[in-house]
């Protein structure tokens, strides 16, 4: 579950610092694009290496979906003897930690949409099109608010996500030493904070008019 889910973190990190790069005008956001896809050639084949860190990324994703699973059938077997582990309530039992379940298949679910949205463009509000900065910039124009509301939900939920996630990989890889639990405890709100007000960047931009 740590493992995979800081591979997941990783890839969420370089994303959002990616999409900002709408600030930087078309050509910047399209020639970034491009260059995802040229990445490794001509040593790998065209597209090779994005392939192969989306074979990394999906593997990566259902590794955690069924660590998950498994982590919760075991612990609820375990229920009555988990009485005896003391924790930090303060940073292990919060709102986000209530939410990684039901928020993680949420989770799942927006990230179909939004490679049938971005990726492949088969769902398109406010038209198709070749360049990945007018898809972003079509799908997210005013009239279509509840798109935007959708995404805006979604990476909210992501940010608790990680809120949670980072703390308990980072106990789980072995840095949750009682001392500093409060140190880990800001290392997950600060990274899960960065990567939810960056990704809402972009879409919110792009609604309020400042990016078109
Ligand atoms: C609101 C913020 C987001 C924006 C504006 C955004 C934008 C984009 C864009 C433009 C693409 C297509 C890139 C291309 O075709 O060149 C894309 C792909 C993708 N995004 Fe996002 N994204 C956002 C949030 C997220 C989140 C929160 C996740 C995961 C939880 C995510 C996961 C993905 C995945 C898996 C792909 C497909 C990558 C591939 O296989 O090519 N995105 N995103």
Redesign the pocket.
């Known amino acids: 579950m740590a493992v995979t889910g800081a591979i997941l973190v990783l890839y969420?990190i370089a994303?959002m610092y990616g999409?900002l790069k709408i600030f930087s005008g078309q050509e910047a956001f399209d020639g970034y694009?491009h260059s995802?896809r040229e990445l490794g050639y001509p040593m790998l084949p065209e597209n090779g290496l994005?392939w192969i860190l989306?074979v990394v990324?999906l593997a990566s994703v259902l590794i955690h979906i069924y660590a998950a699973v498994a982590l919760w059938a075991r612990a609820r077997r375990a229920r009555p003897a988990a009485q005896r582990y003391k924790v930090n309530k303060r940073v292990a039992r919060s709102y986000a930690s209530y939410t990684m379940r039901y928020g993680g298949v949420l989770?799942a679910l927006?990230?179909i949409f939004?490679?049938l949205h971005?990726?492949t463009n088969h769902i398109a509000p406010g038209g198709r099109s070749d360049s990945?900065y007018e898809?972003?910039v079509n799908g997210f124009q005013p009239e279509f608010w509840y798109v935007t509301l959708f995404?805006v939900l979604?990476?909210i939920m992501?940010g608790l996500h990680l809120r949670h996630g980072i703390w308990s990989a980072l106990a789980t890889l072995g840095a949750n030493m009682s001392r500093r639990q409060g140190t880990l405890n800001a290392i997950a709100l600060g990274i899960s904070l960065i990567v939810t007000v960056g990704?809402?960047l972009?879409?919110l931009a792009v609604t309020f008019g400042l990016v078109s």
């Open positions: 969420l994303h999409n694009a995802l994005l989306r990324l989770i927006f990230v939004h490679i971005l990726t990945p898809r972003l995404y979604s990476v992501v990704f809402l972009p879409p």
